[in-house]
T-cell receptor
Framework: GAGVSQSPSNKVTEKGKDVELRCDPI?????LYWYRQSLGQGLEFLIY????????KSGLPSDRFSAERTGGSVSTLTIQRTQQEDSAVYLC??????????????FGPGTRLTVT | SQQGEEDPQALSIQEGENATMNCSYK?????LQWYRQNSGRGLVHLIL?????REKHSGRLRVTLDTSKKSSSLLITASRAADTASYFC?????????FGQGTRLTINP
């Protein structure tokens, strides 16, 4: 079946603008994760959804970052008033069940965000 | 930093040789997973080892876990050019998901 998809694949935006990144998980996967990968910080966990709720938001770097998930499927990560340090590849992953239940994660190809 | 530690940061070996990379962590874990990343984009799951396991094999991959030392190692045997990639451990604790900093593996023909 189809894997995790993300859109757009690349996004260039001006500093101060808002951006929305989209993730379509594998059908039937109840858990969804957002990560950020940048040169200086490596791979960072941002947020995790179980169904439509996010029990762990501790990884969001600031209150400019928010995420939602509707219908237990598609998720959007929104960054308001983007800053240059937000430039990174944003990766989404999904898994069959909550990470406490020990399942592998399937990653999307990522969205490369560049803030100019 | 919320990241686990991996070493070496970079490893360059000849095709056919074995490659070993290590991951250390600080918290108690539920499981530890290894992923491969090509070209700085999506990650591919390689192998998962649970906290009550000590060793697992999958093809040319062998993973060990030492919970007393809070460390894991990934061994790739008989390396191939296609194994050139970055390798990350993902540490799943009770409260946290943490990636290691990654090992960049280069296989020379």
């Amino acid at each position: 079946g189809a894997g995790v998809s993300q859109s757009p694949s690349n996004k260039v935006t001006e500093k101060g603008k808002d951006v929305e990144l989209r993730c379509d998980p594998i059908s039937g996967h109840t858990a969804l994760y957002w990560y950020r990968q940048s040169l200086g910080q490596g791979l960072e966990f941002l947020i995790y959804f179980q169904g439509n709720s996010a029990p762990d938001k501790s990884g969001l770097p600031s209150d400019r970052f928010s995420a939602e998930r509707t219908g237990g499927s598609v998720s959007t990560l929104t960054i308001q008033r983007t800053q240059q340090e937000d430039s990174a590849v944003y990766l989404c992953a999904s898994s069959l069940a909550p990470w406490r239940a020990v399942y592998e994660q399937y990653f999307g190809p990522g969205t490369r965000l560049t803030v100019t | 930093s919320q990241q686990g530690e991996e070493d070496p940061q970079a490893l360059s070996i000849q095709e056919g040789e074995n490659a070993t990379m290590n991951c250390s962590y600080k918290t108690s874990i539920n499981n530890l997973q290894w992923y491969r990343q090509n070209s700085g984009r999506g990650l591919v799951h390689l192998i998962l080892i649970r906290s009550n396991e000590r060793e697992k094999h999958s093809g040319r991959l062998r993973v060990t876990l030492d919970t007393s030392k809070k460390s894991s190692s990934l061994l790739i045997t008989a390396s191939r050019a296609a194994d050139t990639a970055s390798y990350f451990c993902l540490i799943q604790g009770a409260q946290k998901l943490v990636f290691g900093q990654g090992t960049r593996l280069t296989i020379n023909p």
